[in-house]
């Protein structure tokens, strides 16, 4: 079947599908199908995708309960062998109101994040394209009242190309029976999924983890899932006509024994991590979601397990060579590093990967050859500490033997900031070494890091923005979302979302930006330019090339879908 009609055909039956599992949006809104038909998205461009701050300060108010409606006191959890676990739930109390950091007063919303670990505020979503050099040619809105994100969760919105280069997808969420979809919600991000109810998690409202797939023409399709129970989706891509998820779940207070025994917790492990989900399909639920593999620090040699499902915690994603790649680099637990998903060259589907607990290892997880293996912790097999910890988001890789990866940072604060040639400098030694654009090379059976690109960035430096406390300035601290192309000449182009370092409670919040770079694919050392100002000067220097406002974020970055498709790898060469 045609691909565009293909699509065509999902929309069409997921409009007769329950409500509750596919949404298609603008559907009965005359002006939104006006909208969506104008637009389209401009050939060898790029889609970025961002959002902004809508709540005022009667969004919060200081001595409400924090989550919404959440009850503290002890629920009981069924235990599958018999009797009850008592589980403690406790709430917190809001210390500040609903208004975004600003120069005319002292309030912060995010202060609230202090009290109530699970705090955000959703916030609308808007594609931006653009062209590579930064320039705005178009927004697609996306209808709030079917998809919001939430502010400030920095690990949202990442934007990925189908393999087929037709369409991209992202993950938001789509509020459940009886709960609202639009700005200004509190505490959406750790909400539980309503296929996967979590009674021991604070906050008790229920949202899908929605994947979005839009095409060149702004055309959009919602399919609700019920992974990420109390956590976030972080990002989904279309290969062979199924969507591939990360993310992370579990906001609740089960142990790790309560996890593993109770039913409750055995639908958070087996729902979380890589995800399979069907376009169109209605919102699997337990047993029959399907998490891809399950990754565990015992595979590599370490005697003590994680807390379950926590090895999982994957945030960027891409497929290579028909192979899924997810990206750790969050969280206490498990490993920051690269890992495969599958067998080479073969995509996970729905028969080998079913998701229920007996079949999640039928798909295995691993993580590349020469990538770190020791601990998030810093701890090696061999029991010792303080060894190098990275912290990899996006990954692109330009051909086999190549592999990009950006390094977030740690998120560290220095202060007082250090002077650092000639400037205040607020990043530690960990991030000033190995955050920003990472370059791999495959040689000899495994990956070796050979240099990692940051000249321009500006790793540490304090940085101004309009409307924005000065004593919030952030800087930027590494990069998170990625998106590459090879030209013919070999010369590498990579985008790249900047991650922040700041006094902000919530660094998420911060205004980051868009940075783009150029490399080049042979080289196996850091370009250095001659200091004559020609084309060899600006390899491998970062130039700003969007930049977000007060209460502005930035998320991902892609190539746009076309409507005749191409290579979704975005390599000229091929």
């Known amino acids: 079947m045609n691909p565009k009609k293909k699509l065509t055909a999902i929309v069409a039956i997921a409009a007769v599908v329950s409500a509750i599992g596919v949404t298609r949006l603008a559907a009965d809104d005359e002006k939104d199908r006006e909208r969506s038909h104008r637009f ?21 108010t200081v001595g409400q309960t924090l989550p919404p409606g959440c009850v503290a006191g002890t629920v009981n959890v069924p235990q599958l062998a018999g009797g009850t676990a008592k589980v403690k739930v406790s709430c917190a109390t809001a210390v500040d109101n609903g208004e975004y950091p600003n120069l005319n007063d002292t309030h912060n919303v995010f202060n609230n994040d202090g009290p109530d670990g699970s705090f955000g505020v959703t916030s609308p979503i808007f594609l931006d394209n653009i062209t590579t050099g930064g320039r705005l040619l178009d927004t697609l809105a996306i209808p709030s009242d079917q998809l919001v994100t939430s502010f400030s969760s ?46 021991t998690n604070p906050v008790v409202s ?9 095409d060149s023409h702004g055309h959009l399709m919602i399919t609700d899932g019920n992974a990420y129970s109390g956590n976030n989706g972080r990002a989904a891509i279309k290969g062979d006509s199924l969507y591939y998820l990360s993310g992370n779940d579990n906001n609740g207070g089960l142990s790790s024994g309560q996890l593993t025994g109770t039913q409750v917790g055995v639908n958070l492990i087996t ?16 047993p029959n979601i399907n998490m891809l593999g399950d990754f565990e620090v015992t595979q590599v040699g370490f ?25 750790k680099g969050s969280g206490g637990n498990g490993i920051n590093t690269v890992y495969q998903v599958g067998n080479a060259g073969v995509l996970p589907t729905p028969s080998n990967a079913p998701g229920t607990p007996a079949n999640l290892k039928n798909v295995t997880i691993t993580i590349l050859p020469g990538l770190p293996n020791t601990l998030a912790s810093g701890t090696a097999q061999d029991g010792t500490t303080g060894h190098p910890v990275l912290f990899p988001f996006g990954i692109w890789f330009a051909n086999a033997e190549t592999l ?96 922040t370092i700041s006094a902000n409670v919530d660094q998420g919040a911060d205004p ?18 001659d200091g004559d100002h020609d084309r060899d000067d600006r390899i491998g220097h970062f130039k700003t090339i969007r930049a977000a406002q007060a209460g502005e974020v930035l998320r991902g970055i892609s190539f746009a879908p076309t409507e005749h498709g191409g290579d979704g790898d975005d390599h000229d060469h091929d």
């Open 40 to 60: 389209e998205f401009k050939e060898d461009t790029l889609v970025l995708s961002r959002s902004v701050y809508a709540g005022t300060a009667d969004t919060v």
């Open 154 to 199: 920095k690990s949202e919105l990442a934007v990925n190309r189908s393999t087929d280069g037709k369409s991209i997808t992202f993950v938001g969420y789509h509020g459940g029976p009886g709960f609202v979809t639009a700005p200004n919600q509190l505490d959406v991000s750790n909400s539980n999924t309503p296929g996967v109810i979590d009674p």
């Open 206 to 214: 229920n949202y899908f983890r929605a994947v979005a797939e839009v």
């Open 271 to 286: 729902s979380t991590g890589a995800e399979l989900l069907v376009p169109g399909q209605t919102p699997p639920t337990p």
């Open 303 to 327: 005697a003590k397990a994680d807390k379950a499902g926590k090895d999982n915690n994957f945030r960027g994603l891409t497929i290579f060579g028909n192979t899924l790649f997810v990206t």
């Open 404 to 499: 990009y990866v950006c390094d977030e940072g740690d998120g560290t604060l220095v202060t007082p900031a250090r002077t650092i040639n000639g400037q205040p400098n607020v990043a530690d030694d960990a991030a000033l070494a190995t955050a920003g654009i990472q370059k791999w090379h495959f040689d000899n059976g495994a990956w070796h890091m050979l240099y990692v690109l940051q000249d321009g960035l500006d790793i540490g430096v304090p940085y101004g923005v309009a409307n924005y406390p000065t004593a919030l300035n952030p800087a930027t601290g590494g990069c998170r979302n990625l998106a590459g192309r090879v030209s013919h000449d070999g010369l590498v182009t990579l985008f790249a979302v900047t991650s």
């Open 512 to 529: 980051n930006k868009l940075v783009r770079v150029t490399d080049l694919l042979r080289a196996t050392t850091l370009p250095v330019g």
